[in-house]
């Protein structure tokens, strides 16, 4: 196997199933990284609103996720869905929109308190809201 398809076997197989219909499980399982991305953001705001956390961890790991939720946004936008499931799939994306856009004024904003003070609640109810999604 040459390089090239080897490294397109591997993209594959890191970035997981993001191509095909949307069914039930693959709404569960994406309900379930959005609401990780939330609630993993949402404990990095309470350590950047307490001053536990440094500037360049944060920038980089908030960029991560929201990178990785923007990702899940654009692939629920387009995916076709399983019958029944398209409204929630859809607001999934959304939410998943909202949180790369959070982490994205986190990772703006890696060391100021107060922004991340008003992160931490939004993000804490995004996760929540995907995983009453993912139900």
């Known amino acids: 196997m040459n390089r090239g398809a080897l490294a397109l076997v591997l993209v594959l197989a890191l970035s997981g199933c993001n191509g095909g ?7 569960k399982r994406d309900s379930e990284k959005v609401g990780s991305l939330a609630s993993e953001g949402s404990l990095l705001a309470n350590d950047v609103s307490k001053g536990a956390s440094t500037k360049y961890f944060v920038r980089v790991h908030a960029k991560e996720m929201s990178q990785a939720a923007s990702d899940l946004q654009n692939a629920l936008a387009i995916r076709p869905t399983s019958p029944g499931i398209k409204r929630d799939v859809r607001k999934l994306s959304k939410l998943a929109g909202k949180v790369s856009e959070e982490l994205e004024r986190l990772h703006l904003h890696p060391t100021d308190r107060g922004v991340a003070a008003s992160l931490k609640e939004p993000l804490k109810a995004d996760a929540d809201a995907a995983d009453q999604l993912g139900k």
């Open 21 to 27: 219909t949307v069914d039930e499980h693959a709404l």
